[in-house]
């Protein structure tokens, strides 16, 4: 008789109900396991398979569970979950300039930065987000923060072009940002995307450099762009020229940009966009509470343009919830074109994982669980009596389950929630008590 085959190592066998690879497309399996070693998805298949093939050091049953990719946050302000609920029911450019604007000025600091980080990474990996792009200041401290928690980051080298705490000018703030990224060159957890804010709040020149930086650094740019409508009058008074006209012009519109909102695009230029290679982010809740307006997503999408959700800051949110954004996003896009099968449930997930990943330029390493990707992993119950009767689990996880059902998230492959309990990297740091320190601080700056 041969010799049986010795079974390889593996660190983790996690066998769910339903698996959502997101790759194939369209598909939902049962009776399949995942293999991690590492920090990476080493094998997918069928359960009896794997378990002939591998002996892992930890089997994890989620036999009322589906298991998908981590969930990516495609557009964030993360340290601004200390200004939760400060600005609300005013309109972007008021809520900006007067509630806003003047509490970061008296208020941002690297302490401020990376204690909001801090809470808002715990929120998010609670959540099942296991990614986030964040467009703040002081990159240095919000790295700190995400990689105590052990959460991937994609942190924004910020430009704006009026004097902050962080800088004095968008030079001084690329100059701080382009250090923390080389500082930060060997952090798997922590890349880098260079962030000017706005077009109106953004000039030729720092739009020039920006550009050429790109281009030499091999770097996305994320940008807001037609979040309210005043932006292309405002645009074209002042420079003659619409937002994507200037950004056309300075080279930026093409591959590698992300625009940010896009509420207020054209059908020319959706197909500009789309002609160019550009991504954009859809950030339902903000825009719906800033009265910004319904973006377009089902035209983007036929357009070809890649496309990732995104939850804004909590000031404008106030939720950093990825199944919020998930349900609004479909609902917004059914009520906004009339037609109830726009956006179904299984195109929603994509945007919220594979989508994602690919307006990132991510596709590579996130957003679907195929052997050689980054092992980020999140398992949402469907046992609670409000999930059930389950008939469809993608129907599910859009309109039925909530954060509240994300029972266990593993970041590359390790496991940072457990049995729906934050596993935190700093002694169980008490971030509550650390938010309520910052309500006390803010609460003096709102009076």
Partial sequence: MPEPTALQSADTLILPRWLLPMEPAGALLTGHAVAVRGDTILDVGPADELERRWRP???VELPEHVL?????NAHTHAAMTLL??????????????????????????????HDGTLIAAAEMLRGGITTAVDMYFYPEAAARAFTALGMRAVLGITA????TPYAADADEALAKGLAVRDAWR??????????????????????ERIATLAAQLDLPVQIHLLEAAQEREESLARHGETPLQRLDRMGLLGQGLIGVHAVHLTESEIALLAERGAALVHCPTSNMKLASGIAAVPRWLEAGIPVGLGTDGAASNNRLDLFQEMRHAALLAKVGQGRADVLPAMQILELATIDA???????????????GKAADLVAVALDAVETQPCYDPCSHLVFVAGREHVSDVWVAGRRRVSGKILLLQE???????????????????IR
């Fill in 186 to 207: 060997e952090e798997p957890l922590v890349s880098f995307v260079l962030a000017p804010h706005a077009p109106y709040s953004v000039s030729d020149e720092t739009l």
């Fill in 427 to 445: 002694n169980n740091r008490p971030l509550s008590a650390l938010a309520q320190n910052w309500r006390q601080r803010i609460q003096l700056q």
């Fill in 357 to 371: 990943a690919r307006a990132l330029g991510l596709e590579h390493r996130l957003g679907s669980i195929r052997p």
């Fill in 84 to 113: 939760r609920g400060v600005g609300d029911d005013l309109p972007l450019r008021r809520w900006l300039e007067e509630a806003i604007w003047p509490r970061e000025a008296a208020l941002m600091s690297e302490e401020f930065v």
């Fill in 160 to 163: 704006i072009d009026f004097p």
């Fill in 68 to 72: 998908l990719p981590g969930l990516i």
């Fill in 57 to 59: 050091r930890e089997r």
